[in-house]
């Protein structure tokens, strides 16, 4: 064997060691622990209690033997037009300077995925994410860009907020003179509605929907339209999303860290744990930092976890359909 041939064969044979060394873990390769539930699919699940109704028009499209990435966008759609909701779409509340602006971002099972973020005056922001995957090479378009998108694609420009939101916001402002003082997070000014289905061929998608932080400073954006932050889907592997304190879920790459834990053999609910786990060790002060995870994994195995006690996630599977209280790791 001549030098050249004897280091290509060296260099291979160190290529194939390696690949023996680091091949990727898979699902299969699944730690057992007591978290583990899997229900007959389709399965549907979203965060908060307004994930019921949500839930519920998702099913519809499931059941009928409709596509994951159909079910998820009808079933935030509901919460979206719900305009007793203050926390998702137009009936939301607005930012310290009394504007509207919406996030929201969608992932199919061929990993396709569109996002709109700081968007102002649309009932639908996750249809307007959904033609964004499909219609442009792009994945988020923002603010004013965003809005003119949609405008050619059809979609009519709604008035926000509001009026008992508006009123409802003069006074906070009145009592908020500090120009960068904190808003509040809290139980009542924040709670996007994230959703995840397996349809009945086994694909998974994922939808997520927010007006965000309640009197954020203008511009802000969180991680509900950031795929990997507020959303992610691996049809491998499982689909995660996110609710709470956005910037806390950004550090993490929140979603995209509970699919990998699930990649690694982690059931759903001790993937969203671990990665509730990682947000408190990167905070020193947790004091309302509330975050909550909901997973999904290809055999329909779900889970919720959160920071503080409160979290709650609407589950429904052909033998279900219920309000669950997620396990967190502490109390308010
Ligand atoms: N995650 C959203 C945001 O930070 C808000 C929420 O879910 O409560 O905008």
Redesign the pocket.
Known sequence: MGNLKRRTFFKLGLASAALAVFKPSRASQLIEDSTRVTPPKPVVISTWKHGLAANENAWKVLQAGGKAIDAVEKGVRTTEADMSNR?VGIGGRPDRYGHVTL?ACIMDEKSKCGAVAYLEGFMHPITIARTVMEKTPHVMLAGDGAADFALDYGFKKVKSPLKEVKKEWKEWKKAHTEKFDKPE?NSEN???IGMLAIDADGNLSGACT?S??GY?LPGRI???PIIGA?LFVDNEIGAAC??????A?IRIAGSHTVVELMRNGHSPEDACRLAVERIIAKHDDLSGLQVGFLALNKNGEYGGYSVYNGFNFALTTPNQNELIDAKSNRNW
């Open positions: 926390s996030d997070i924040h709670d996007t927010t965000g932080w954020k969180g991680d509900s507020g996110a609710t709470g304190l956005g910037e879920v």
